[in-house]
């Protein structure tokens, strides 16, 4: 681990353009369940996750009653206000502030990277602390609606002041297409980057799965001289991918990523930033 922990190290200090995507595992350490871990949600209710699968239909089918039984149930993980970053999240804002980490895409809506202060932060599934409207895209702070005078009011769905389309969580449902904007920027993140720190996600979820892919299938072009002191260009991967996760993935599998460091985000993230901080003295 120690030795993994300093490959990855000098390879974050050599990066010209790292950066991070996560998933739920680091969030579990803040006390939020991941999903298909040994005590994820959906490993513990498998039926709560069929019928996420049809959240989307439902809400396109009838905003108002998606709305209606919205806020007379919490949300699967809870309430997430009160939850804190773990030192999972600060490590990668500290990778950030030393100039190494350009751009964190999470798949988790539990705003903790934002909390935690991450500044260039892609939410790929949205977060449980915005609304966004689904016509024009915009996205409002929860409390910029009174949701609760809507429902007495019989007023729902909330509707948006620029556009009047329809407004929903800006947590992005099975079936709901990824937000354009989060979709671009997350592409262009993966096409430029030199190195991937996946963090805490099982990577079986698309199309958050293939930015990894995406970037492995990057080619750069290497020149090297051969014996007889003619240089030969050949073509080499154009980015290392490196995963932090309790489990093995299909990342880890399908040789996606170049080496897993096998253990908790807490831990490794930290002890990560701390060799970077070393080896930049
Ligand atoms: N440290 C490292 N890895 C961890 C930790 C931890 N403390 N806790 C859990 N893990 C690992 C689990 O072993 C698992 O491989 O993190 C991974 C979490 O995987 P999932 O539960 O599938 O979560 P995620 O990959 O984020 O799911 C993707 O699926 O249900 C949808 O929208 C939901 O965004 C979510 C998406």
Redesign the pocket.
Known sequence: MEQLIGRAARDLVDAQYAIALT????S??SGIP????PS?V?TKNPEAERR?YLGYQRFMADPKKWWEERLANPGLLGDLGAVMPNAGHYALVELEQSGIIKCVIT??VDALHEKAGTKRLLEY?GSTAKLRCVACGLRFRRDEFDLSRLLEEKQLPPHCPTCRGVVKSDGVSFGEPIPGDVAHQSLEEAGKCDLMLIC??????YP?ANLPRIARERRTEMARKTGTGISAVRKVAAVTIIE????P?PLTEEGVSDYLIQ????EILPAIAAAVKRLRK
């Open positions: 998933g739920a595992g680091i579990t350490e991941d999903f298909r871990g994820g959906w996420a798949q988790n599934h805490g996600t099982s990577a079986v979820v958050f932090v996760n309790a489990d993935t253990g908790k985000t807490g």
